[in-house]
C-alpha cells in the first residue's frame, strides 16, 4: 500500500504545484490519476519513487516512510513506464528487458528465463523477439516491452505516466486490454497517469481527480460517475458519459436479499439438510457478524464423508470475486463469466453480505424493464 499524508510540492521559482494531498493507493490495484495539464498528476507520482521529494508530508509504502529509504534502490525496486517507451535502441529487446534485473545481479539464466515468461506473457515469442533491435518493432509492441520491462524485476509497484497516449486508439484500446488482462494474473499496485477519463474508467480501481495540485474526488469508476461532487467533475466526465452510466443498472437494482447462510461452525450434516431442503447446491458462509467468509458446494459436503471434516469452517471456499450495491450490471456480468459463477455475492464496505446477484434475478429484471416476446417473429 502506498499512503500520502499532508503532501505539498513547491518548486524553487514558487510554483505550488501539490496542495495538502492525503491520499492511499491501496495493494494490488491500479489507481488513475486524471485532471487536465497541470493539475499535479504526474508530480504526485514521482513523489513515489522519489525522482522529486515533497516541500511537506510523508509517503509510506507499506509502513516504511521513504524519505528514509535509498532513493536508487527505491527506484530499482519500483516499475516505471512512461509516455515515450524509452527503450535503449542500441539494445536488444532481451537486454532491454534485463536492465534492472542485471543491475540488480541477478544470474544469467535467471534474466534469460525471466525474459521469456515476460514476452510470453504478452503474446510476443521468445523465439522471435529477444534479438531484436527496438526499430524493428511497432510502436504497440515497443510499448508491451516498456511495460513488462517494468515488471522484470519483479516489482511490488508499478508507476505508469500516461503510457499509451502517444499510439494510435486501435494500439491503445489493445494495450488498455492487455493491461487489464496482466493485472488479473499479476496483481500488482499500479499507479497511472492518464488524462483520458474513458480510459481510467476502462482499467482502474480506483479514480483521482485533480485540479489546480488539490485531490477534487477520489473514489470507484462508479462512485465518480454516479455521485460528481461538483460542476468540474461533471464537465470532466462530460454529460455523454453522465447519461450513459444512469441509464445502466446497478447492482443494487438487481440483487436479491434474505440469502440463506450457515455459520463456519455449523456442522456439515446440519449444511447438508439445508441444502437438501432448500434445493441448493452452493451456500454462502458467514460469521457471527454477517461478514462474509467464503462458500461450500453439494460436492465439498459429499467428499466431507470421506475425510474427518465435520464443520463448515474445514471446507470453506474463498469467493475470488465480490461486488457492491453500486457496481454496474456489466461489470457484474463480466465477472460472473469471466470466473464462470453463477452468482455473486453483494459485499457491504465493512465486509457484511447485503445481498447475491444470481442469474435468475438478471432474468427477473430484464423481465420487468423487456415487454414479453409474444410467438412469431421477433424483429
Not at 84 to 98: A, D, E, V, Y
Not at 189 to 202: G, N, P, Q, S, Y
Not at 301 to 318: G, L, M, N
Amino acid at each position: 500500500m502506498i499512503k500520502l499524508t499532508g503532501i505539498t510540492k513547491t518548486f524553487d521559482n514558487g510554483y505550488n504545484a501539490l496542495k495538502n494531498i492525503d491520499l492511499i493507493c491501496n495493494k494490488g490495484e491500479i489507481t488513475a490519476l486524471i485532471g487536465p495539464s497541470g493539475c499535479g498528476k504526474t508530480t504526485t507520482m514521482k513523489l513515489m519513487n522519489r525522482l522529486l521529494n515533497p516541500s511537506t508530508g510523508n509517503i509510506f509504502i507499506d509502513g516504511k516512510d521513504i524519505s528514509s529509504l535509498d532513493p536508487v534502490e527505491l527506484r530499482r525496486s519500483i516499475g516505471y513506464v512512461i509516455q515515450h517507451i524509452g527503450l535503449f535502441p542500441h539494445m536488444t529487446i532481451s537486454k532491454n528487458i534485463g536492465v534492472v534485473p542485471k543491475l540488480l545481479k541477478w544470474e544469467k539464466d535467471r534474466i534469460e528465463n525471466r525474459v521469456n515468461d515476460l514476452l510470453d506473457l504478452v503474446g510476443l515469442d521468445p523465439e522471435t523477439y529477444r534479438e531484436r533491435y527496438p526499430s524493428e518493432l511497432s510502436g504497440g509492441q515497443q510499448q508491451r516491452i516498456g511495460v513488462i520491462r517494468a515488471l522484470a524485476a519483479e516489482p511490488e509497484i508499478i508507476l505508469m505516466d500516461e503510457p499509451f497516449s502517444a499510439l494510435d486508439p486501435i494500439s491503445r484500446e489493445q494495450l488498455q486490454d492487455e493491461l487489464v488482462r496482466l493485472q488479473k494474473e499479476i496483481k500488482k499496485t499500479i499507479i497511472f497517469v492518464t488524462h483520458d477519463m474513458d480510459e481510467a474508467i476502462k482499467i482502474a480501481d480506483k479514480i483521482v481527480l485533480m485540479k489546480d495540485g488539490e485531490i477534487v474526488q477520489q473514489g470507484t469508476p462508479e462512485e465518480i460517475l454516479r455521485r460528481p461532487v461538483n460542476d468540474f467533475v461533471e464537465n470532466f466526465i462530460g454529460q455523454k458519459r453522465l447519461k450513459q452510466i444512469h441509464d445502466i443498472p446497478t447492482v443494487s437494482e438487481v440483487m436479491v436479499k434474505g440469502t440463506i447462510t450457515v455459520s463456519p461452525n455449523c456442522s456439515i450434516s446440519k449444511a447438508m439438510k439445508i441444502m437438501e431442503s432448500k434445493y441448493l447446491y452452493l451456500l454462502i458462509v458467514v460469521n457471527e457478524d454477517n461478514k462474509l467468509q467464503g462458500y461450500i458446494s453439494i460436492f465439498d459436503v459429499v467428499r466431507s464423508f470421506e475425510s474427518e471434516h465435520q464443520h463448515v469452517r474445514d471446507i470453506i471456499h474463498p469467493f475470488r470475486h465480490i461486488v457492491d450495491s453500486e457496481t454496474l450490471l456489466p461489470k457484474a456480468l463480466k465477472a460472473m463469466n469471466d470466473f464462470q459463477y453463477s452468482y455473486l455475492p453483494v459485499v457491504k464496505d465493512d465486509g457484511t453480505l447485503d445481498g447475491l446477484i444470481t442469474l435468475e434475478s438478471i432474468i427477473e429484471y430484464l423481465g420487468d424493464i423487456y415487454p414479453p416476446v409474444r410467438s412469431g417473429v421477433v424483429v
